[in-house]
């Protein structure tokens, strides 16, 4: 059974603990790696990884058991290790571009809500399927999340679609008006 162990330096441990037993004249453990183990004759044993190891993604740990007499034949069990990489923490839904509309289908009153456009310039436009425009707005968020309230109430059934430009980016969505 393994587990896995890190300092604060991030230096990781890997150990591994086979059931007790005595019934072996002796154990070696082996990696296809360039990392240490803590010990290499014993059940017990730590496993350190190298940078190199970490680097190529993986490694097989192995553990060679030779048996007391009169049995002759020794076994071996193969770990496969793979190492992913840590890219950093996502970002929360808040900072990652997109809108949501809602209700969806609307009777008229909908919510605009526009995520990730802190401190950048953006353009808001709805416009019905003959392509004219029904709103216009252009302004620059200083918060994560932008929301606006719109009454459609008064405007023909029908399709709209609401485009949300910034300076990097653009999506458009079909709103329902019943």
Request: glycine fraction near 6%.
């Amino acid at each position: 059974m393994g587990s896995i162990a890190m300092d604060t330096a991030g230096n990781m441990a890997l150990g591994y603990s086979i059931s007790s037993s005595n019934m072996y004249s002796s154990i070696a453990w082996s990696t296809s790696g360039s990392g240490t183990f803590s010990s290499t004759t014993t059940l017990n044993t730590i496993y350190y990884p190298s940078t190199a190891d970490k680097t190529t993604g993986n490694v097989n740990l192995t553990v060679t058991v030779w048996p007391l007499s009169p049995c002759v034949n020794s076994v071996s069990s193969t770990t496969h290790i793979l190492f992913s990489p840590c890219t950093g923490i996502p970002e929360a839904a808040s900072e990652v571009f997109g809108f949501t509309l809602a209700p969806n289908p609307s009777p008229g009153n909908f919510t605009l809500t526009v995520n990730g456009v802190k401190n950048q310039g953006m353009t808001i436009t709805i416009f019905d399927a003959q392509s004219r425009t029904n709103y216009f707005e252009k302004l620059t968020n200083t918060e994560k999340t932008y929301q606006h309230q719109f009454d459609f109430s008064a405007y023909a059934k029908g399709i709209y679609f609401v485009k949300v430009q910034t300076d990097k980016q653009v999506k458009t969505e079909k709103l329902v008006v019943q």
